[in-house]
């Protein structure tokens, strides 16, 4: 069974510093794909990121990056230059082998992260 | 464009009482599927599927129906409702190919059984 865990419950950070939130992952299948999502106060969910368990190199989107660390097992998302529309609920999740979408995803339980000015 | 749409957007039940949650996707995504979120846990997996026809149980199936007619929508249907259905419940869908690793989600569906 796959299992995400994400460790802070809540960060505070100052405007424009860079943020990790911590994600690590267990799994036994040899073939995983890594997902971030954000949800704001509004509720909604927001793709951020996706890491595939072969790519060779660290995923980035924009501000996004995702520090994949495969011996370790993690996932960290690194949000640089932060801003206060960052403020929101991140979640980690993940798929398994013979899953070659995000149609199963198992989801983390999040980490609210607060920007202050 | 909308994407993927939920309704209702709140609903209150009482025990034992049935009730539907829509959704539908206008992207022609091939994967559907339905997320609950209670505060602390994440969100986890009801059911899903894979295309007209086809659906698999998730997580947390227990007390949900759901079905495939269509490309476009993927009802769920709660039989009996209890309390600890009480929850925001989210629909998604993914595509095949490019795609297959963008996850759209709907605006969610606020239910509370008493």
């Known amino acids: 069974a796959q299992k995400i865990t994400q460790t802070q419950p809540g960060m505070f950070v100052q405007e424009k510093e860079a943020v990790t939130l911590d994600c690590t992952y267990d799994?036994?299948?040899?073939?995983?794909?890594l997902f971030w999502y954000k949800q704001p106060s509004s509720g909604e969910m927001i793709f951020l990121i996706y890491?595939?368990?072969?790519?060779?190199q660290n995923a980035t989107e924009g501000r996004y990056s995702l520090n994949f660390q495969k011996a370790r097992k993690s996932a960290n998302l690194v949000i640089s230059a932060s801003q206060l529309g960052d403020s929101a609920m991140y979640f980690c999740?993940?798929?398994?082998?013979?899953?070659?979408?995000?149609?199963?995803?198992?989801f983390g339980q999040g980490t609210r992260l607060t920007i202050n000015p | 464009n909308a994407g993927v749409t939920q309704t209702p957007k709140f609903q209150v039940l009482k025990t034992g009482q049935s009730m539907t949650l829509q959704c539908a996707q206008d992207m022609n995504h091939e994967y559907m599927s339905w997320y609950r979120q209670d505060p602390g846990m994440g969100l986890r997996l009801i059911h899903y599927?894979?295309?007209?026809?086809?659906?698999d149980q998730g997580e947390v199936p227990n007390g949900y129906n759901v079905s495939r007619s269509t490309t476009e929508d993927f009802p769920l249907r709660l039989l009996s409702a209890a309390p600890s259905q009480t929850s925001v419940y989210f629909c998604a869908s993914n595509g095949a190919g490019a795609g297959a690793n963008v996850l759209t989600f709907g605006a969610g569906s606020r239910l509370t059984v008493l």
């Open positions: 999740a993940m798929r398994g082998n013979r899953i070659q979408g995000a149609q199963k995803l198992v």
């Open positions: 599927s894979v295309g007209a026809g086809i659906t």
């Open positions: 890491q595939g368990s072969y790519d060779q």
């Open positions: 799994t036994s299948d040899p073939s995983y794909g």
